[in-house]
Structure formats: C-alpha cells, structure tokens
Nanobody
Framework: QVQLVESGGGLVQPGGSLRLSCAAS????????MRWYRQAPGKERELVAG????????NLTDSVKGRFTISRDNAKNTLYLQMNTLKPEDTAVYYC??????????????WGQGTQVTVSS
C-alpha cells in the first residue's frame, strides 16, 4: 500500500521556522522525483520545491528562494522541507508529491494528504 504521510506543520509566528517531513512507503522512493506543493485558501495549488531522485538537483519557486530548502534521505524514505523566515503568505496546506516517468512514457504519481502551515502573530 502506497503512503505519503506529511508531518511537521503547525502555527508559527512570522519570521519563525518549521521543518516538514514526508514519510514514504509502498513504492521505490529512491527512484522517484519528489516535490512539495502548497495550496492556500481560494488559490490554486502551486509547486514550491522539487528534488531529483538522488538529490543531486533541487529547485525552488522564486517566492521561497533563500528561505526554504528541500532535501531527502533515501535511506529513510523521507522527504523534507526546511522553512525559515516564514511569512503570512506562506500559510497553506503543504502536500508531498512523488513522480516517476517510465521509458515508455507512462508515469506513476502519488500525493500525500497534506499538512497545514499557518503563519500568524
């Protein structure tokens, strides 16, 4: 059974930090590209950060560059998002996403259930 379980969300004051984790099971985690998405109330889901299967390449959306870091531990089947200097506009539900594209062009993808991050004083 495939599972992506996010944790680490919560309420934090502006300028604070949180570290999100995403524990994966039921699929070959080390072969999958991983991403974090977020969705704020009334807005579309947006890509926040991505990391390749071995962790050699990462990318961040412009609004979080210099503040967020994405990483993974393939030995622990876990994805992370370190969030520093949080702003109220970072308030959203954060989702973990896994993706693998086969040579045939078929792809496999999984979503977590999300974890709420609220930045407020």
């Amino acid at each position: 059974q495939v599972q992506l379980v996010e944790s680490g969300g919560g309420l934090v004051q502006p300028g604070g930090s949180l570290r999100l984790s995403c524990a994966a099971s039921g699929f070959p985690f080390s072969r999958y590209t991983m991403r974090w998405y977020r969705q704020a109330p009334g807005k579309e889901r947006e890509l926040v950060a991505g990391i390749t299967s071995a962790g050699e390449t990462t990318n961040l959306t412009d609004s979080v560059k210099g503040r967020f870091t994405i990483s993974r531990d393939n030995a622990k089947n876990t994805l992370y998002l370190q969030m520093n200097t949080l702003k109220p506009e970072d308030t959203a539900v954060y989702y973990c996403y896994a993706n693998f594209i086969f040579t045939s062009g078929f792809y496999s993808e999984y979503w977590g259930q999300g974890t709420q991050v609220t930045v407020s004083s």
